[in-house]
């Protein structure tokens, strides 16, 4: 499986941005696609993940209620919505795949990984 994500770019606090993530090859039953980002002189931390089947969705706190993550199964592709965005949410962005526990929050229980997609966020 190979993950691209887009969509990311600049934008002044509150504003939107939606990032996409097209998977080739198949997303297996019971997996799910996460977000994470990395600010810089920060640690990469969890976004939001979702079930690839099922859809359910699962966020981090710091972007719940702001941050919508989906996915169209028939396009293998997920989608991060972000709007009310802050300048704190400004990071690279990356989409990852996983075949274990979708609620994951741990970079290492994620098997693929996309290239990142930077996010400035300006006040």
């Known amino acids: 499986v190979q993950l691209q994500a887009s969509g990311g770019g600049s934008v002044q606090a509150g504003g939107s941005l939606r990032l996409s993530c097209a998977a080739s090859?198949?997303?297996?039953?019971?997996?799910?696609m996460g977000w994470f980002r990395q600010a810089p002189g920060k640690e990469r931390e969890f976004v939001s993940s979702v079930s690839w089947y099922v859809g359910n969705t699962y966020y981090a706190d710091s972007v719940k209620g702001r941050f919508t993550i989906s996915r169209d199964v028939a396009k293998n592709t997920g989608y991060l919505q972000m709007n009310s965005l802050k300048p704190e949410d400004t990071a690279v962005y990356y989409c990852a795949a996983t075949r274990r526990d979708w609620r994951s929050t741990r970079q290492y229980e994620y098997d693929y990984w996309g290239q990142g997609t930077q996010v400035t966020v300006s006040s």
């Open positions: 090859g198949p997303i297996f039953s019971n997996a799910g």
